[in-house]
T-cell receptor
Framework: DGGITQSPKYLFRKEGQNVTLSCEQN?????MYWYRQDPGQGLRLIYY???????QKGDIAEGYSVSREKKESFPLTVTSAQKNPTAFYLC???????????????FGPGTRLTVL | SQELEQSPQSLIVQEGKNLTINCTSS?????LYWYKQKYGEGLIFLMM?????EEKSHEKITAKLDEKKQQSSLHITASQPSHAGIYLC??????????FGSGTKLNVKP
């Protein structure tokens, strides 16, 4: 079955540590996205990538970093510079038509990060 | 996101009742998406609307897009406990900007 996997489902981090969240898709989608979800605030875009070896900042990129070395993988690193990292993180992917990201996004199950 | 306003923020209905959730944009919509989320899980795609006046249905859920008003509504007929969850609208406003509303939490009382 095609889909998006995220790991781990739950992650605990001590202050000052960097952590990396995994996102893998086998849908052959060109575009991948990382969102952060906080209670009552919906989803906010952290980073997105439309092609391998290229990515753009979203609305809340500060304190995060990504890489896109393979089409299937888009890992997100939450660095110690992120002041309030406790949140639910969602990865998504989509096809790209005409260079736009208007197409339906498929979501992974999410990773809940808690800073101790 | 302030670009997409959803109402109501939460909703409790008796099983069997109809309900409507609204999503309003302050900018031109290039496509409107409805998703459903169970707490602590990923989003499940429901429907996509692109043209003004477009209406789509799937089982007991109907979504409409009024492009002139920059508004979309999601209507559930004869609600069931399985409809409970968080409903989010998402939309693209320009070339590479995609926004989500803050969500509407729906509870259906048996």
């Amino acid at each position: 079955d095609g889909g998006i996997t995220q790991s781990p489902k739950y992650l605990f981090r001590k202050e000052g540590q960097n952590v990396t969240l995994s996102c893998e898709q086998n849908l052959n989608h060109d575009a991948m996205y990382w969102y952060r979800q906080d209670p009552g605030q919906g989803l906010r875009l952290i980073y997105y990538s439309q092609i391998v070896n290229d990515f753009q900042k979203g609305d809340i990129a500060e304190g995060y970093s990504v890489s896109r070395e393979k089409k299937e993988s888009f890992p997100l690193t939450v660095t110690s510079a992120q002041k309030n990292p406790t949140a639910f993180y969602l990865c998504a992917s989509s096809t790209v038509s005409g260079g736009t990201i208007y197409n339906e996004q498929f979501f992974g199950p999410g990773t809940r990060l808690t800073v101790l | 996101s302030q670009e997409l306003e959803q109402s109501p923020q939460s909703l409790i209905v008796q099983e069997g009742k109809n309900l409507t959730i609204n999503c309003t944009s302050s900018k031109t919509l290039y496509g409107l998406y409805w998703y459903k989320q169970k707490y602590g899980e990923g989003l499940i795609f429901l429907m996509m609307l692109q043209k003004g006046g477009e209406e789509k249905s799937h089982e007991k859920i109907t979504a409409k897009l009024d492009e002139k008003k920059q508004q979309s509504s999601l209507h559930i007929t004869a609600s069931q406990p399985s409809h409970a969850g968080i409903y989010l609208c998402g939309a693209a406003h320009n070339f590479n900007k995609f926004y989500f509303g803050s969500g509407t939490k729906l509870n259906v009382k048996p």
